[in-house]
């Protein structure tokens, strides 16, 4: 399956974007991660088919509706095999 590095720029901390990034992740049902950055973006790595991946980049370049996004970086790269999606919660 396609994995997915997508970084993700504008005012995307402390607005909900990982809680609901992992609601989305889950009702498309991919797996993979998702953290803050201490550059103030938000960066995930996700798995799943092209459609579930496309669809999640897709909701990455809106986010929930206190986030503005300016920008989604986004690469395939060497699949990774997840079991299940989780938020990685760390000091920024």
């Not at 990034?21 to 498309?28: D, F, M």
């Not at 799943?48 to 970086?73: H, K, M, Y």
């Not at 938020?87 to 920024?92: A, D, G």
């Amino acid at each position: 399956m396609p994995t997915l590095h997508l970084l993700i720029k504008g005012k995307v901390q402390g607005v909900f974007y990982r809680a609901t990034a992992k609601e989305i992740a889950n009702e498309l049902g991919i797996t993979g991660w998702i953290k803050n950055t201490n550059e103030g973006d938000v960066e995930a790595v996700v798995t799943g088919s092209q459609d579930q991946l496309q669809a999640f980049a897709t909701w990455c370049r809106t986010g929930p509706e206190r986030a503005n996004v300016s920008e989604v970086i986004s690469e395939e790269v060497k699949e990774e095999k997840f079991k299940d999606f989780s938020v990685i919660r760390q000091r920024v």
